[in-house]
């Protein structure tokens, strides 16, 4: 691992009993503390990922040659090791950043193919914050160098609209019908099940988006009704006249009236 002088930073020590090596270490960068751990395990070897608990929960990465097959990050198949790193990311709680339709990052000169050993993983947090990309060969290494880019200045936008699918006003037979024609070419005897997945999200949500009106209100609840919208307006009312004109029917007339609002609201 290599770090610019100005940038401070700690090693920390990872004791592996030589069976897979693992480097760490927290840098500084403005006031944020990044740890970075970075995994190197041959494919004649355990993964070793008992070595690489009790991450932090918050600011972590952690990137390298895992030499394990999963369809999450590419491959055809997954092989034992790919679900072994697949249990370890659930229970780190870490996010993997590879997209299964990246570029592969290593070239095999022995058997002339391809795949993606690089991996990158990072905490919920540092996961909205960075992108990942694949960029040209670098001093002839059958590895392509991987960039972790991390906008350390990001914020996530709070959404001021709320668009709401109207499902009062859907047209269901027209939208049963686009279902069944987007999703008929489909393959679902592809092997990478995320991109199964997402073909047939975009399929359903084109055809939801063609028959179900959609709209946003402020204050929108799903349960409120025209009769309870009624009984409020009623309440409202009642209640301005008893502040103007307070007397004991007035404050009957309201309790009633609030009585009754409450009945239908539960």
């Known amino acids: 691992m290599l770090i610019k002088n100005s940038i401070p930073a700690q090693e920390i020590k990872v004791d592996t009993n030589q069976q897979a090596e693992v480097q760490g270490v927290k840098i500084t960068v403005d006031s944020a503390v990044i740890t970075i751990y970075n995994l190197y395990c041959p494919p004649d070897k355990e993964l070793s990922l ?34 072994e790193v697949e249990d370890w990311q659930i229970d780190a709680q870490m996010i993997l950043l590879n997209d299964p339709e990246d570029p592969p990052t290593f070239f095999s000169r022995r058997w002339l193919s391809t795949s993606t050993p690089d991996l990158a993983f990072a905490t919920d947090d540092l996961s909205k914050k960075t992108t990942r990309g694949i960029l040209s060969q670098l001093g002839g290494s059958d590895h392509r160098p991987v960039k972790l880019a991390i906008n350390l200045q990001y914020r ?20 049963a019908s686009l279902t069944d024609l987007y999703t008929r070419g489909l393959k679902t005897d592809d092997l990478n099940i995320n991109r199964v997945t997402r073909n047939f999200n975009q399929a359903i949500l084109k055809a ?59």
């Open 156 to 175: 996530p936008q709070n959404s001021t609209t709320f668009p709401r699918w109207n499902y009062k006003k859907a047209d269901w037979n027209i939208f």
């Open 50 to 83: 008992q070595y690489l608990e009790n991450l932090p929960s918050e600011n972590c990465l952690v990137v390298g040659d895992f030499n394990s097959h999963s369809t999450c990050w590419g491959y055809e198949e997954t092989d034992r090791r790919g679900e």
């Open 208 to 266: 939801a988006s063609e028959t179900i009106p959609r709209g946003a209100r402020k204050n929108y609840r799903p349960y409120w009704t025209e009769e309870l919208q009624e009984l409020e307006d009623e309440v409202s009312s009642i209640r301005e006249e008893v502040e103007e004109n307070p007397s004991v029917d007035n404050n009957i007339t309201l309790k009633a009236a609030t009585a009754k609002y409450r009945r239908a609201y539960l």
